[in-house]
């Protein structure tokens, strides 16, 4: 079974709209950590926000915030007021403990923001 | 303060051919990470290194070696490439003991894009 799944391959959004990319994850370790990251076409990964599993707050991080519902084990990136150079490609990631902090990445979501 | 960087940064190689890749990081993590990107894959961990002259195989080990001989330094191999390892690579690095932190997180090099004819 896929421990991260990306059920959007690609999603458009207009300018200054809000989007969510969905994430859903699968683990049976209590202490999990849960990250989006952001790689436009330039290729470099870049990190945008992380989620602790014992996090009692939905983490935010300027435009981002993570929506965070351990009951579903679901952690969808929520942009608001998007940007052009939101355009890129999103990745959802999940550390468990026992993983020597190693991620399991989903197969990403194509955010395409248009004028 | 470079952060992580990949050496190189393109690469082409005929099947059979050798090469090695190289990380460097200079923020003194312990902990090194290599993955590979497909399309349509996400990224995919190699092999990974938990401190200077200790590695452990990932989820895709097959036809790599890794050695850590240098804190700073982590070199993924191809022995004998195949089309199969056509992919773009990246290393990360990552400091101990910020589980659980908002710090807790991967810091990624630029990516190798290689090749294998």
């Known amino acids: 079974a896929q421990k991260i799944t990306q059920t959007q391959p690609g999603m458009f959004v207009q300018e200054k709209e809000a989007v969510t990319l969905d994430c859903t994850y699968d683990t049976s370790d209590p202490s999990y950590g849960l990250f989006w990251y952001k790689q436009p076409s330039s290729g470099e990964m870049i990190f945008l926000i992380y989620q602790g599993s014992y996090d009692q707050q939905n983490a935010t991080e300027g435009r981002y915030s993570l929506n965070f519902q351990k009951a579903r084990k679901s952690a969808n990136l929520v942009i608001s007021a998007s940007q052009l150079g939101d355009s890129a490609m999103y990745f959802c990631?999940?550390?468990?403990?026992?993983?020597?902090?190693?991620?399991?990445f989903g197969k990403g979501t194509m955010l395409l923001v248009s004028p | 303060n470079a952060g992580v960087t990949q050496t190189p940064k393109f690469r082409v190689l005929k099947t059979g051919q050798s090469m090695t890749l190289l990380c460097a990081q200079d923020?003194?993590?312990?902990?090194m990470y290599w993955y590979r990107q497909d399309p349509g894959m996400g990224l995919r961990l190699i092999h990974y290194?938990?401190?200077?002259?200790?590695?452990a195989k990932g989820e895709v080990p097959d036809g790599y070696n890794v050695s850590r001989l240098k804190k700073q330094n982590f070199l993924l191999g191809l022995e004998s490439a195949a089309p199969s390892q056509t992919s773009v690579y990246f290393c990360?690095?990552?400091?101990?003991?910020?589980?659980?932190?908002?710090?807790?997180?991967?810091?990624f090099g630029p990516g190798t894009r290689l090749t294998v004819l």
């Open positions: 990360a690095s990552r400091p101990i003991g910020t589980s659980g932190t908002s710090t807790d997180t991967q810091y």
């Open positions: 290194s938990v401190g200077e002259g200790t590695t």
């Open positions: 990631a999940m550390r468990e403990r026992s993983g020597y902090s190693t991620l399991t």
């Open positions: 923020m003194n993590h312990e902990y």
